[in-house]
């Protein structure tokens, strides 16, 4: 009897290369799974089964995750306005946790003994899958063909065809990767530090060209509405706004970061609800969080997307910090009024019951209805008493090192 190995299943080159590998190579029943974390349409997930079958699979399934990645993880993302290097949020790096850890959930459920996936040895997702199968079924086996013998795509296609297989693996000019929290989009322009991608290589083209008055309605910190359409599951405002900004060619741009491996990488992506929603919350953040509260939330959120990034999803670390998150939204109810415009939007302004910036305490720079002239005389003296003092000891202390 032929052991089993679980093989994260996407229906592209390199993992159609492992599913041959693997059974003919390594004589392994192979076990494909797909992850749908919002990225796929009813009709992609049915070509992706039809080819595994092709490739002699002994089974093949779709887990859909999408709720669980939207609770899990993408909520804390705009919890935290999490943009990595203020422009990137996240869109492929957190799905790919949910994604292994669910692949390493299946692999147990099935009594494998193995489980596999395509990264190669270049990228992020091959640390990310890594540490969660570590963590979670050590005592399987990971099997990566295509990072273990530095196989190049013509390696791989005249492998497969060797064995039968002629599935059109034409080097595609751009690759894509859609998932709920946006897209990714990787071509010859983002392999080098100078170039922006075309107009051709973004999956969604642009059509909008009349500005466009938009509501979106928070409860909590959590997107429930859009416009009139109110108490809406949280993933699908999400897609709602999705499809109503990303026609305005909203939410382009390419990130520059650091990968985990320690080399500098570009992508391209296009998230417009993402985009959108994050500076939407953060504004309302802004109206209904004291300044502390502010402080702080953004020195977590900066080191939970990062973390996240790095393929630490399940240090313990990270449960803490989600917790304080999602305790500052308490008040962070209320509709944020955005206009749509090609290639930008603008924020005009929010309406909640919790606003701070309340016109019966005053109104800044004008006037103020709670306290008078003498009483900010006191408080500024007492306020910058400590400084005066070290410049009473001190003397022109300052001047003198400045002026070496």
């Known amino acids: 009897m032929r052991q089993k190995v679980v093989l994260a299943y996407s229906g592209g080159l390199d993992t159609t290369y492992c599913a041959i590998y693997l059974s003919k190579e390594l004589n392994l029943d192979v076990h494909a799974v797909t992850i749908q974390t919002g990225g796929f349409s009813t009709q992609e997930l049915a070509n992706i089964e039809m080819r595994a079958l092709s490739l002699g699979v002994a089974s093949f399934k779709v887990i859909d995750v999408t709720e669980q990645y939207y609770t899990s993880c993408i909520r804390y993302l705009i919890y935290g306005n999490v943009l990595k290097n203020a422009t990137y949020p996240l869109s492929v790096s957190a799905e790919r946790m949910l994604q292994a850890m669910t692949v390493a959930n299946y692999a147990k459920e099935t009594g494998a003994e193995f489980v596999a996936h395509g990264s190669t040895g270049a990228g992020n997702d091959q640390v990310r899958f890594d540490m969660v199968f570590q963590s979670v079924i050590p005592s399987i086996k990971i099997l990566t063909p295509i990072r273990d013998m530095q196989l190049s795509r013509e390696a791989e296609i005249a492998y497969l065809k060797e064995h039968g297989v002629n599935l059109d693996f034409q080097k595609a000019q751009y690759s894509i990767n859609k998932g709920l929290w946006g897209t990714s989009v990787g071509g010859k322009e983002t ?99 004291t300044k502390w509260q502010l402080y702080w939330k953004d020195q977590l959120s900066t080191w939970y997307g990062n973390w996240l990034h790095e393929g630490m999803m399940l240090d313990p670390t990270m449960r803490n910090v989600e917790k304080f998150m999602e305790d500052t939204q308490t008040n962070v109810t209320g509709m944020v009024f955005i206009t749509l415009h090609p290639y930008r939007f603008v924020i005009t302004g929010i309406e909640s019951p919790h606003d701070l910036m309340n016109e019966k305490f005053g109104a800044y720079g004008e006037m103020n209805n709670t306290w008078n002239g003498d009483d900010v005389k006191g408080f500024a003296k007492i306020f910058g008493n400590q400084v005066a003092i070290f410049h009473a000891v001190n003397g022109n202390q300052k001047e003198t090192v400045h002026n070496g």
């Open 191 to 289: 392999l080098n530090s100078n170039g922006y991608l075309p107009e051709e290589a973004w999956p969604t083209q642009t059509r909008g060209a009349t500005p466009f008055e938009i509501v979106l309605h928070f409860n909590k910190g959590e997107l429930t509405g859009v416009n009139n359409e109110q108490n809406l599951d949280p993933v699908i405002a999400i897609q709602k706004l999705q499809m109503i900004a990303q026609p305005y060619g909203i939410g382009r741009d390419i990130h520059v970061g650091d990968t985990i491996i320690g080399i500098k990488g570009r992508v391209g992506f296009e998230a417009a609800a993402p985009l959108i929603i994050i500076k939407a919350h953060h504004l309302l953040e802004k109206h209904t969080l």
